[in-house]
């Protein structure tokens, strides 16, 4: 006869060890995620120390790409998610933290919002995407609109475009496509900011 712990009846452990068993299965059963983030910037040309600043404002992502979850277009017009990846962060910061690298990768003194205290922007660029998404067989589209704004006065405001092709349905090829797209929208703005910065 098998002893229990004093007070504890036998099937209240044996129901213990099964809920336990059930847990440490699903557990196993769940392979881990893949986690990914957009692609650093090349190594840039040096500022002049009194470079204007410019703040890059939290960027805009439709709804459903606006947290973690990698998402692609499926049958008809409906979304899907890639169960087993994720974006390291939620996509906005993530584009914006890169917008901010390419931008400085090109000369621009570019800063993700808020600025550091003491410090003043010259100009506002605000960047609302209005698709991210993804079809595997074609590519990522990611149409936006463009605000470049100085204090109240709007300086720029118009629309812009990236596409990246891609070859597979996989979650690195929509990473890396997301990575080129940005890079692309990171080089029309430099050319709208270049008029103003001079």
């Known amino acids: 006869m098998h002893s229990s712990p004093a007070g504890v009846s036998p099937p209240i452990l044996r129901s213990c ?66 169960e087993q990846a994720q974006w390291s962060d939620d996509l906005p910061i993530l584009v914006t933290e890169a917008l901010a690298r ?13 600025i550091p205290a003491g410090l003043s922007a010259e100009y ?33 405001s118009t629309s812009l475009e990236a596409f990246a092709a891609t070859s597979a349905d996989d979650a690195s090829q929509l990473a890396a496509a997301a990575s080129t797209g940005v890079a692309r929208i990171a080089e029309q703005i430099s050319e709208h900011l270049a008029p103003l910065l001079q």
């Not at 390419?102 to 808020?114: C, D, E, H, I």
């Open 102 to 114: 390419q931008l400085r990768s090109r000369g621009v003194n570019a800063w993700t919002t808020p």
């Open 17 to 82: 060890a099964v809920i336990a068993l059930a847990l440490l299965a699903s557990c196993a059963a769940a392979p881990p995620r893949t986690v990914f983030t957009l692609g650093s910037a090349p190594p840039g040309r040096e500022m002049d120390a009194g470079s204007p600043l410019v703040a890059i404002a939290d960027v805009k992502l439709p709804g459903y790409a606006a947290g973690r979850a990698m998402v692609r277009a499926g049958a008809g017009s409906t979304i899907s998610t890639l």
């Open 124 to 156: 506002t660029v605000t960047v609302m995407f209005t698709s991210f998404l993804w079809d595997a067989g074609e590519g990522l589209a990611m149409p936006c609109d463009l605000l470049i704004s100085s204090g109240d006065q709007v300086s720029i």
